[in-house]
């Protein structure tokens, strides 16, 4: 197997840094956008998290399009900060509305996971999804059962 020269080990915030928890602040950012949005967040979870710190902040929300990824990386980063994360998901549908999820506790969270993954795998009319797009419509979204807040936002031009 050959060497992986060409690969960077993974940024994470060092323990010895020594934050400090921030009292609670009057204002938090929800829905931030990780460099998993492709072409649409650039940031990744060290330079969130720190940011934030800095800024006073004693939560961030992570919320990136239509998947959960970046949501692991900015958990592991918060906790090393001492903020709390909250992880959510923005749900943009095929007519362009854009929801924030926010799962409220576990089975909330499979159920989103659900949903993401039956738009990744099949598009509107049933058939096998095309790599890298999620199709979701306001029907599955209002099929899902309660336990995750939202907040709606106008389609995007």
């Excluded at 007519?95 to 926010?102: D, K, M, P, S």
């Excluded at 009319?125 to 209002?142: I, N, V």
Aim: charge should be neutral; aromatic fraction near 6%.
């Amino acid at each position: 197997m050959p060497e992986n020269d060409h690969q960077h080990p993974k940024r994470t915030l060092a323990e010895e840094n020594d934050f400090q928890p921030n009292p609670r602040a009057p204002f938090v950012e929800l829905g931030l956008a990780t460099c998993f949005s492709f072409l649409r967040g650039a940031s990744d979870a060290v330079d969130l998290v720190t940011t934030a710190s800095a800024l006073g902040y004693d939560a961030i929300g992570v919320a990136d399009r239509n998947t959960l990824a970046g949501v692991v990386r900015v958990h592991a980063e918060a906790r090393t900060a001492k903020l709390r994360p909250v992880i959510g998901c923005r749900l943009v549908l095929l007519t362009g509305e854009e929801f924030l999820a926010y799962p409220r506790d576990r089975a909330a969270y499979g159920r989103l996971s659900r949903l993401l993954s039956k738009g990744k795998m099949r598009d509107a009319e049933g058939d096998w999804q095309r790599k890298g797009h999620c199709d979701l419509t306001l029907d599955d979204l209002a099929a899902q059962p309660r336990g995750c807040s939202s907040s709606s936002s106008r389609p995007m031009t």
